[in-house]
């Protein structure tokens, strides 16, 4: 039952010819049911790595967030969806809300950042609502790189939340 195996076996999955794939994705699904509630403990290699460079959860995330963007995680035009943004919204417990990736998923992306970091107990209950995020921490006029931050939208939209990367200058 090591949720550490998941990650390997995703990864693995990532490089797999086509004739190994469907043996590693029950391995993976086998093991997800195992796991239960316990998806929490599931780390990537990538957020173990972050989890152990860095002390501070704001640090954390934004090396656990930069490690999903340079996996080119976005939306796929179209009919079809990215498993990877699907896989953020099993995390968050969603999969009946979230069914494609054309439906915005920047709190589902945050939520399981969080998570990754140790901290998903932290989360708010209704994370893929992005206005949700605005009482989760402590309001700054001065962000650091790795900070949440919201911007919020008129209705019927929702905001948008993410990590404050640096100031452009615009």
Known sequence: ???????????????APSSDRAALEAQIEFLKKQLGSNRANVQTQNSSL????????????????NGELNLGVAEIPG???NQRIL?????????ELYTDDD?????LF??????????????????ARNA????????????????????????PRSGFVGFYMGDSGS
């Open 1 to 15: 039952k090591n949720p550490n195996r998941i990650a390997e076996l995703q990864d693995k999955l990532a490089d």
């Open 132 to 155: 949700s995020w605005l009482k989760f921490g402590q309001s700054t006029k001065e962000p650091r790189p790795g900070d949440l931050v919201v911007f919020s939208a008129p209705p």
């Open 87 to 95: 896989d953020y919204a099993e995390y968050t417990s969603l999969t």
């Open 103 to 107: 439906i915005p998923w920047a709190g």
């Open 50 to 65: 972050c989890n152990k460079l860095y002390n501070n959860y704001p640090d954390r995330w934004l090396c656990i967030a």
């Open 79 to 81: 009919p079809g969806a």
């Open 110 to 127: 945050v939520a399981w950042v969080v998570g990754q970091s140790g901290a998903g107990q932290f989360t708010p209950p209704q994370p």
